[in-house]
């Protein structure tokens, strides 16, 4: 018999952070609690605190926490059919992908290749990207995150994040955003194999990226016959309240990248390729993976789509977002501009106080994220109601004067 813990062991801060600091990789830092369960858009922590989330698992809980649907749609395909590999297909997958291509309003012969995060969705565009001009460069923006594995790693700017590990998976030349010249003038030189960016910047801070900025990189990647892949690992699947961000600037991607809300909490990437000569790139035996597109990942999948639709959470996502910009703009001198659509939003801060509003904001029993040093994000679950939304709205200036306050302080 080894020793076992109680419960009420368990509940103090400093046993679970210890045992987090004893036998966890350090790459995440000290997690900021314990949570133990959760149920809507609220979590609760080991120490029965509950907290209203505005940070949905970073955009990844559509449907909040044991979403009914969600819940029935996991378990009962746990318990017909959970794993099978990719010697097979299944139901869910070949729904899945059809739904996904609907959806995107991909032309005939598009395709989906199923993965399990964001940065292997990167990972697969980024060899289509790489197989479609072999020995080209490709072009990245600035401030772009698109991942933390050798390929996708490479394609993100932060240098901190990217420098102790080159030489990297690919070469990657990163331009301005916003700056279609910058971008014509590497085209020109004929050896681009592709451009990567995401329609919404998300771990830049919620940065959309102008309409036209979108037009001009498809018609210039077109011109120049570079790929275009859109990541909208963080932006896609209704969190902007269109199904894809892209959608909005009305162009057709060459490749588009999903992961976080897709499972709504279950773990899912998807890669797609738009039309044939995209889907021809990659042949058989280039790319694959053993629990990519597995049973229980499409059922939470469908589930998440399928109640995105009956529950028209789209339009409910438009509103509540517009509700949260409209509230938001102006509420404190510090609140300089709120970013994003739907629910991505970003508000700008004055000064760099964003880590202290986030501690207030958790002491008041709201999650929420600092995207960067003056920057809060919010990216919650589409359930989100309007009380909901005006508890945090109602609570945000107090928030905000408490972080400043603290900023003196130091
Ligand atoms: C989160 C994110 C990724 C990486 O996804 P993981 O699932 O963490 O690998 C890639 N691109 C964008 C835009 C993201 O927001």
Known sequence: ????????????????????????????????????????CHVTDAAGNSYLDLL??????????????????VSQQ???????SNFFTTPGQLALAEKLLQLAEAPEGSAAFFCNSGTEANEAALKIVKA???GGRVIALEHAFHGRTLGALALTHKEIYRKPFEPLGAEVTFIPAEDPDALEAELVQGDVAGV???????????????????????????????????????????????????QAAGITPDVMTLAKALGGGFPMGATVTFGSQITGILTPGQHGTTFGGNPLACAAA????????????????RTIGRHLVDSITGIHPQVVEVRGSGLLLGVQLASPIAADVVTAARGAGFIINAANPSTIRLAPPY???????????????GLLDAATTT???N
């Open 1 to 40: 018999m080894t020793e076992t813990t109680t419960l009420d062991d368990q509940d103090l801060p400093q046993t679970w952070s210890r045992r987090y600091a004893d036998n966890l990789l350090g790459v995440f830092g000290s997690p900021q609690m314990c949570l133990v369960s959760g149920h809507g």
């Open 56 to 73: 949905g698992g970073i955009a990844v809980n559509a449907l909040g926490y044991a979403h009914p649907a969600w819940v029935k749609a």
């Open 78 to 84: 746990a318990a017909t059919l959970a794993h099978v």
């Open 132 to 134: 479609h001009h072999r």
């Open 196 to 246: 990567f960016l995401e329609p919404t910047q998300g771990e830049a801070g919620v940065v959309p990226l102008s309409l036209e900025y979108l037009q001009s990189v498809r018609t210039l990647t077109r011109r120049h016959d570079a790929l275009m892949v859109v990541d909208e690992v963080q932006c896609g699947m209704g969190r902007t309240g269109r199904w894809f961000a892209h």
């Open 302 to 317: 469908l589930s998440v789509i399928s109640t995105i639709e009956s529950d028209d959470l789209l339009d409910h996502v």
């Open 383 to 397: 359930i989100l109601t309007v009380q909901e939304a005006d508890s945090f709205i109602s609570a945000l200036p």
């Open 407 to 409: 900023q003196k302080e």
